[in-house]
């Protein structure tokens, strides 16, 4: 079974440094990756997605991200900081052809002046 | 491009009593789902649909939840009866298809308060 890991549910960071948020996969064959943000009472928005073509994905806000298969691994980061990045950020993973979306328990990004 | 449209945004109800959720897609999106949300945790897919048929109900607990998909638009979650462990923001979301490359536009979900 696929699941994911989030580390660390709550990250702080000042306003221009980099933002780094981490998350784990399993999976026994390499799965599409995905990470989505969620703003106070909204939906879930697609940041980006890796689906087993470039290794280093880019996605909207400047925020990238890299598969790491040696790692298990798909950080997401970006490079300065914004104010209107404080949202809570989650990792999902699904079997690979389709879209069957298993997130992780998240992360809340708190942006200080 | 309208988005995906839930109501209500907001319910609160008592223990052993039903309530429903409402779910407008995105126009022409074949694929449909429900996920729960409970507070401190990711979104967990209750349950998805093609069209009008489902694909994937592994996760809907059937003895008190329910859902249909008429004519393959609109769609309706119910909860009947309803218990504390239930509270949470469910979520719909559409897609055009099921396919990797299909992404899914999240509704901004309805809030359940189970007294």
């Known amino acids: 079974a696929q699941s994911v890991t989030q580390l660390g549910s709550h990250v702080s960071v000042s306003e221009g440094a980099l933002v780094l948020l981490r998350c784990n996969y399993s999976s026994s064959v390499p799965p599409y990756l995905f990470w989505y943000v969620q703003y106070p009472n909204q939906g879930l928005q697609l940041l980006l997605k890796?689906?087993?073509?470039?290794?280093l994905v880019k996605g909207i806000n400047d925020f990238e991200a890299e598969f790491k298969k040696s790692e298990t691994s798909f950080p997401l980061t970006k490079p300065s900081a914004h104010m209107s990045d404080a949202a809570e950020y989650f990792c999902a993973v699904s079997p690979p052809g389709f879209q069957k979306l298993v997130f992780g328990t998240g992360t809340r990004l708190l942006v200080s002046p | 491009e309208a988005g995906v449209a839930q109501s209500p945004r907001y319910k609160i109800i008592e223990k052993r009593q039903s309530v429903a959720f409402w779910c407008n897609p995105i126009s022409g999106h074949a694929t449909l789902y429900w996920y729960q949300q409970i507070l401190g945790q990711g979104p967990k897919l209750l349950i998805q649909?093609?069209?009008?048929?489902?694909?994937?109900d592994s996760q809907l607990p059937k003895d008190r939840f329910s859902a249909e998909r008429l004519k393959g638009v609109d769609s309706t979650l119910k909860i009947q009866p309803a218990k504390l462990e239930d509270s949470a923001v469910y979520l719909c979301a559409s897609s055009e298809g099921q396919q990797y490359y299909n992404e899914q536009f999240f509704g901004p979900g309805t809030r359940l308060t189970v007294l």
């Open positions: 649909f093609q069209n009008n048929g489902v694909v994937d």
């Open positions: 890796y689906t087993s073509a470039a290794t």
